[in-house]
């Protein structure tokens, strides 16, 4: 079966050059940012960062008590949680109070 691997050399090749970072200030609308607490790919102290180089004041942080990988398992539920309200609230305009998420800018 499928196995998540990639060569080394791929670091060296794509990693150094991309920086998603970056274009965070270029996006007009606001960002649901979805954080595990034990991200293995992510360094979770660089959210905090990049959400605050968002130009919208709807930007949000949800972090989750699971790893990278883990939100599409035992993780999805509270991830879910976190984007139904947000996506309600910036496409509705109700109320983004649930989820462990508020919205209140």
Known sequence: GWQNRAP?????TIGAK??????VPKIPAPILFIAPEWDSVVPIHLIPK?????????T???T??????EMYTKGFSG?????VPFVK???SGESCSS???????
Request: charged share 15%.
């Open 99 to 105: 989820g462990g998420l508020s919205c209140a800018a």
């Open 50 to 58: 990049a959400a605050a180089l968002s130009t919208h004041s709807g």
């Open 64 to 69: 989750g008590e699971h790893g990278h990988f």
């Open 79 to 83: 991830a879910v949680g976190a984007m």
């Open 60 to 62: 949000r942080i949800y």
């Open 18 to 23: 991309f920086r998603p970072i970056k274009y």
């Open 8 to 12: 080394a050399r791929l670091v060296f």
């Open 89 to 91: 609230k910036h496409l």
